[in-house]
């Protein structure tokens, strides 16, 4: 079983950065492929990035270019850093695994297992 547990989140400014991280446990990181989701208010959950064994990655349209996801597999630890931060990406940030050889995926329901979330708030 694999546990995953997201921190780093809190209230930042427009034009503002953040880093976010997910710790695993339970399994090696280097197993695993790693994704992060988004749930802002009144929206359905969304992709946001997503970082394979090899540390290929790939990220939703609305956050290219501002936003990074990274691994760190010594630590077993995943991390968001997110640039240029604007109101609507205020959402609570879920981190999620899946095994490594299936690789990553945009779609959260391929997906096994899940953090509870930390919650990022954009505002002045």
């Known amino acids: 079983q694999v546990q995953l547990v997201e921190s780093g989140g809190g209230l930042v400014q427009p034009g503002g950065s953040l880093r976010v991280s997910c710790a695993a446990s339970?399994?090696?990181?280097?197993?695993?492929?790693m994704g992060w989701f988004r749930q802002g208010p009144g929206k359905e959950r969304e992709f946001v990035a997503a970082i394979d064994r090899s540390s290929s990655s790939t990220y939703g349209d609305s956050v290219k270019g501002r936003f990074s996801i990274s691994r760190d597999n010594a630590k077993n630890t995943v991390y968001l850093q997110m640039n240029s931060l604007k109101p609507e990406d205020t959402a609570d940030y879920y981190c999620?695994?899946?095994?490594?050889?299936?690789?990553?995926?945009?779609?959260?329901?391929?997906?096994?297992?899940w953090g509870q979330g930390t919650q990022v708030t954009v505002s002045s």
């Open positions: 339970g399994r090696t990181l280097s197993s695993l492929a």
């Open positions: 999620a695994a899946r095994p490594a050889y299936r690789g990553t995926s945009s779609n959260q329901y391929l997906y096994d297992y």
